[in-house]
C-alpha cells in the first residue's frame, strides 16, 4: 500500500515521478502528491483522489527540477485529502519526505515534539517523522541523512521512506524496514527510487533492492552509500531486471484487468516452462529440490497466506493431500501470527504470495522461522521481501500482475502448487507411474483450454448482463472447486461492489439456503468428477427455492442444462487440474459485470494491490 518514487539526476524529475506514481497506483490511490527542489526551492503539490487530478492541478506550477519524489496514497492514518497527500515537510521547510509504512509510535512522538512548539497540519504519521527528523538535526547540528538514521532508531513499526532537503540538493535519502523499496542505477549517473521495480525499468535495469532497515544515500557527487540503522557501511548488492516494458501497459485492452486474464494462456505456459516434461514423465522445481525430502517428511506443511493467495492455498491443500498424502494445514497469515501457533522445527512453512510484500504474511513467515521451521516462498515479483527471506522457493513467473484484483497471478499459483504436489508424489512413489504421466500430459495442454474458455468470452458476457444489478450472489463448489468459489466470489466483490459469499456446496444448506430467491444467482461449478451427483443434488435445492442458477459444466454435459438457467461449459480436465479452468469464467463473469456498473475494474475502491500494513 502506498507507492514511492523518486528521482535525481540530469532529467526532469515531474516527468519520471509522475509516470512512476501510475505504475503504481495500484498500491494505492486517495492521494497523490510530488516535491520538487529546483533553485533552492521546495516546491510541493499534493491533491485527493488519483494521479490524474494531480496533473490537472500541476498544470500551470513550476515544474521543473532535477530532484523530485512522489506518492500515491493508501491512506491508514488521516482521511484522503489534500492535506494528509504525502509529501509531507518539515517546519523549517527543508525537508520533505514520502512515506509507505505505519509508525505505530507517532502518537508519542507527536505529543513530545508539540510539547517543543512544533505544529502539525495533517493527522499523519508521516509528518511527525519529518518533524522529528528536523527536530534531531536541530539538536545535533548533523546532516539530515544522519538525522534520519537517528530518527529511524526511535521509531517503531515499517516505513519505505525517501527525504529530500535544500541542504544537500545532490543528494536522495532512502530507508526501509518492512515495506518494500528499490533502487536503481541510472546510466548517467543519476539515480531512482521507488517501491516497486516498474518505474525504474524503462531506465534502467540496475537496481538494489534495500534490506530491513537499511539506509541509502544516492548522492551525484559521491555515488550510492548503503549503511545500516547502526551506521555500518554496507556493499549494494547490484541485481539485474528481467521486467519487459511491455508488460507493463494495457497492449490494447481495455482494461489491465481483462489484459491479465486473457494472458493466462502465456502466463501458465510460462510457469511450467523448463520445469515440465510430459514426454520424458519428469517435473522438477529447481528452486525448492533439495528441500523435497524435508517435505515429504515433516509431519505437516503449513501454507500461510492472504487474499486470493489465500485461496491458492486451499487448493494446495487439495493437491498436496490428495497427490501426495501429506498433511497441509491453510492458514490465513493475519490470524496465525497472532495466535501464538504452535510451530515444530521440523514443520515446513509455505508461504503464497503475488507480490511477495504482504506484511500479515512477512510477519508470520517471521515468526516461524523464529520457531526453527523451513520457510519457503510461492512468490510473483522477483527480489521481493517474502522471496528473500524464505530458505527457498519456486516463482509464478506470471509477469507484472497491475489490475488490483488478482487472476493470472492465481492460476500460476495453483499451477505451481500442482508441480510441487505432482513432484512430491512422484517422489514420495504415491502416485502410479500412469497417472503421473496423465497428470504431466494434461497440465501441459492446460493453456490450451484457458484458451478455449476465453475464446467464449462473448457468450460470458451476454451472461453478465443478465446479473449486473443483483445485490447478492452465492458461489458454490465442492472438493477443490470449493476455492474456486471462494475466489469466484471474491472477484465479484471486489470489482463490482456486489455482496458474494462462496460455500462448500454442502454447507449451502446450513445458512445461505436462507437467503436463495428468484433475485439470488448461484454460481455453480458442476464439473464431471467424483461429487458430480452431490453438486446435481445441491443444485436441485437451489432451484427448489427459484434462485437462478448459472452453473459451470463439462463440455456435453446434458443434465445440468436441464435445470440451470445458464451453463457455462469448460473442456473436460483431470479433476485435479479443474480450478485451473473453472476460475477462467468467473473472472470474466465478474469482469464484465463490473464493466457493465461502470465500476473502476482496474482499481477498485478502498483495495490496494500490495498490502504492506496489517
Ligand atoms: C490484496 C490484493 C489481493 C491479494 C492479497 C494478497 O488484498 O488486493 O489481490 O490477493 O492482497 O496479496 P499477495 O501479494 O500476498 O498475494
Not at 516494458?245 to 489484459?259: A, P, R, T, V
Not at 508424489?425 to 478455449?452: C, H, N, W, Y
Request: hydrophobic fraction near 40%; charged fraction near 25%; glycine fraction near 8%.
Amino acid at each position: 500500500m502506498c507507492g514511492i518514487v523518486a528521482y535525481i539526476g540530469k532529467k526532469d524529475a515531474y516527468e519520471i515521478v509522475v509516470k512512476g506514481l501510475k505504475r503504481l497506483e495500484y498500491r494505492g490511490y486517495d492521494s497523490a502528491g510530488v516535491a520538487l527542489l529546483t533553485d533552492g526551492n521546495l516546491n510541493l503539490y499534493k491533491k485527493q483522489g488519483k494521479v490524474a487530478n494531480l496533473e490537472e492541478f500541476t498544470k500551470d506550477k513550476d515544474k521543473s527540477g532535477r530532484v523530485g519524489i512522489g506518492h500515491t496514497r493508501w491512506a491508514t492514518h488521516g482521511e484522503p485529502n489534500d492535506v494528509n497527500a504525502h509529501p509531507h515537510m518539515s517546519n523549517n521547510g527543508e525537508i520533505a519526505l514520502i512515506h509507505n509504512g505505519i509508525i505505530e509510535n507517532y502518537d508519542s512522538i507527536k505529543r513530545e515534539l508539540l510539547t517543543k512548539g512544533y505544529t502539525f497540519q495533517s493527522e499523519t504519521d508521516t509528518e511527525v517523522l519529518t518533524i522529528l527528523v528536523e527536530d534531531i538535526k536541530k539538536n545535533t547540528n548533523g546532516t539530515y541523512a544522519e538525522s534520519l538514521r537517528l530518527a529511524l532508531q526511535q521509531v517503531v513499526g515499517a516505513y519505505a521512506i525517501v527525504m529530500i532537503s535544500k541542504e544537500n540538493p545532490r543528494q536522495l535519502i532512502a530507508a526501509r524496514k518492512s515495506s518494500p523499496l528499490v533502487v536503481g542505477i541510472g546510466k548517467d549517473g543519476d539515480f531512482f527510487c521507488a517501491s516497486d521495480a516498474t518505474p525504474i525499468v524503462e531506465y534502467t535495469k540496475k537496481v538494489v533492492y534495500l534490506d530491513d532497515e537499511e539506509i541509502a544515500v544516492l548522492d551525484l557527487d559521491d555515488g550510492l552509500k548503503l549503511y545500516s540503522i547502526d551506521d555500518v557501511q554496507k556493499t549494494p548488492y547490484i541485481q539485474e531486471l528481467e521486467i519487459k516494458l511491455e508488460s507493463l501497459e494495457k497492449g490494447g485492452y481495455d482494461h489491465f484487468m481483462l489484459k491479465e486474464i486473457h494472458e493466462q494462456p502465456r502466463s501458465i505456459t510460462d510457469c511450467f516452462r523448463g520445469r515440465l516434461n510430459a514426454e520424458e514423465a519428469w517435473v522438477s522445481l529447481g528452486g525448492i529440490k533439495e528441500y523435497e525430502q524435508k517435505m515429504i517428511d515433516a509431519k505437516r506443511i503449513i501454507m500461510i497466506a492472504c487474499g486470493t493467495s489465500w485461496h491458492a492455498a486451499l487448493v494446495g491443500e487439495y493437491l498436496f493431500e490428495d497427490l501426495a498424502r501429506i498433511n497441509v494445514e491453510v492458514e490465513y497469515a493475519s490470524e496465525f501470527r497472532y495466535r501464538n501457533p504452535i510451530i515444530n522445527e521440523d514443520d515446513i512453512v509455505i508461504a503464497i504470495s503475488q507480490s511477495g510484500e504482504t506484511a500479515d504474511t512477512l510477519a508470520a513467515l517471521e515468526l516461524a522461522k523464529s520457531k526453527g521451521a523451513t520457510i519457503l516462498g510461492i512468490c510473483n515479483v522477483v527480489g521481493s521481501s517474502i522471496s528473500r527471506i524464505t530458505d527457498a522457493g519456486s516463482y509464478t513467473h506470471a509477469g507484472p500482475e497491475i489490475g488490483v484484483a488478482s487472476t493470472k497471478a492465481f492460476t500460476a499459483q495453483v499451477t505451481v502448487l500442482t508441480l510441487m504436489a505432482l513432484s512430491l508424489a512422484k517422489k514420495k512413489g504415491s502416485i502410479s507411474d500412469t497417472k503421473f504421466r496423465t497428470m504431466l500430459s494434461e497440465l501441459e495442454i492446460i493453456p490450451q483450454k484457458v484458451q478455449e474458455i476465453l475464446d467464449i468470452n462473448d457468450k460470458i458476457k451476454t451472461i453478465s448482463a443478465e446479473y449486473k444489478d443483483a445485490t447478492n450472489a452465492l458461489y458454490l463448489g465442492r472438493g477443490s472447486s470449493f476455492p474456486v468459489a471462494l475466489e469466484g466470489a471474491l472477484k465479484l466483490k471486489e470489482i463490482s461492489y456486489i455482496h458474494a459469499e462462496g460455500y462448500p456446496a454442502a454447507e449451502m444448506k446450513h445458512g445461505p439456503i436462507a437467503l436463495i430467491d428468484e433475485e439470488m444467482p448461484v454460481f455453480v461449478i458442476a464439473t464431471q468428477g467424483p461429487s458430480y451427483e452431490k453438486v446435481v443434488s445441491n443444485i436441485q435445492e437451489v432451484k427448489a427455492r427459484k434462485g437462478k442458477l448459472i452453473a459451470i459444466v463439462t463440455e456435453g454435459d446434458e443434465q445440468v442444462k436441464e435445470i440451470a438457467d445458464h451453463v457455462i461449459e469448460i473442456p473436460e480436465a483431470d479433476e485435479h487440474l479443474i480450478p485451473l479452468l473453472a476460475t477462467i469464467p468467473f473472472q470474466l463473469l465478474s469482469y464484465h459485470i463490473a464493466v457493465m456498473r461502470n465500476c473502476n475494474v482496474d482499481q477498485p475502491r478502498n483495495l490496494a494491490k500490495s498490502v504492506t500494513v496489517e
